[in-house]
């Protein structure tokens, strides 16, 4: 893995190098094996905290893994194109909008001892927008190159604090166009509930049922592409003991090991399906 800056990255896409990279701040790794007409995404992969904010933050490193979307990231590791965050959505996430990226509070609790210098918010800021440079130029190729592209968002979520019964997976569809991609939806929702999952895990996925997909990453590329379907996929958290911050490595392979052969097919189905 290399490290490189935003713009040597970028110049990389566009000359279509393969390549694997990690920014020159450490904020995101990208990995491309071959220009294929989809990508993986694990925004809220990463635990990263910026050193000169730890004394500052209320929320103690347990507080923020229980929100991050740890695994993500390995989950998809074996497919060609993957992008996924390394610091803490507590730092900003990158799954909100410029102005709401940097927290004052999170999840119903004061973050900061001391409201955050504007300094302190830019730092964090230029890597939202280093993020979103790449990721337009990104897609921006993969349309360039395959007129249609899909890219399938990973996230994870707390199941444990719901008070009903939720799914395994959970498909967010609420900003997409349902009338030109509903079939697709359907069809990757039906190979999610194949999955079979160890510790009798069910197999159960459903769309809106416990998030309507509604983050930003689906947004600015749902936005400014119009031939690229996101699907933001969540999984819950069955993966780790939530309460106890253990992972649980065998479920985590299971799920890496069959998207391995599920999601390519399902990425081929709607290529011939939306090419020209």
């Known amino acids: ?16 190098e393969t390549f694997h990279a990690v ?10 094996d071959k220009y294929v007409h989809y990508a993986c995404a694990a925004v809220h992969n990463g635990h990263q905290f910026r050193k000169n904010l730890w004394d500052n933050c209320l929320h103690s490193e347990y507080d923020r893994w229980y929100e991050e979307d740890p695994e993500t990231k390995t989950m998809v590791i074996s497919h060609p ?3 996924a965050g390394c610091d803490s959505r507590f730092e900003y996430d990158l799954n909100r ?16 001892k001391n409201p955050l210098s504007e300094s302190e918010k830019e ?37 444990q604090r719901w008070d009903r019964e939720v799914p395994t997976w959970n498909l967010g569809t609420s900003n997409i166009d349902n009338d030109r991609f509903g079939d697709q939806v359907e069809s990757w929702r039906q190979t999610l509930a194949s999955i079979e999952l160890p510790n009798d895990i069910k197999k159960t ?4 049922d416990t998030f309507q997909g509604n983050g930003y990453f689906l947004k600015y590329i749902t936005k400014n592409f119009k031939n690229t379907l996101v699907l933001a996929t969540e999984i819950a958290k069955v993966y780790c003991d939530e309460y106890k911050q253990i992972n649980y490595p065998e479920v985590v392979t299971a799920v890496e090991k069959q998207l391995k052969t599920l999601l390519p097919k399902h990425a081929i189905e709607f290529y011939n399906r939306f090419k020209a």
């Open 123 to 159: 730092k964090s800021l230029q890597k939202h927008t280093n993020f979103y440079k790449v990721v337009h130029a990104l897609i921006s190729k993969l349309e360039e190159k395959f007129e249609v592209g899909i890219v399938y968002d990973m996230h994870s979520y707390n199941w």
């Open 23 to 32: 920014s020159d701040d450490y904020s995101f790794t990208l990995k491309i």
């Open 81 to 83: 194109i993957l992008i």
């Open 97 to 112: 909008d410029p102005d709401n990226a940097v927290f004052d509070t999170a999840w119903g609790k004061e973050l900061w």
């Open 205 to 208: 996925a459903k769309i809106n």
């Open 1 to 16: 893995m290399q490290r490189l800056s935003v713009d040597q990255i970028i110049t990389r896409i566009q000359n279509e």
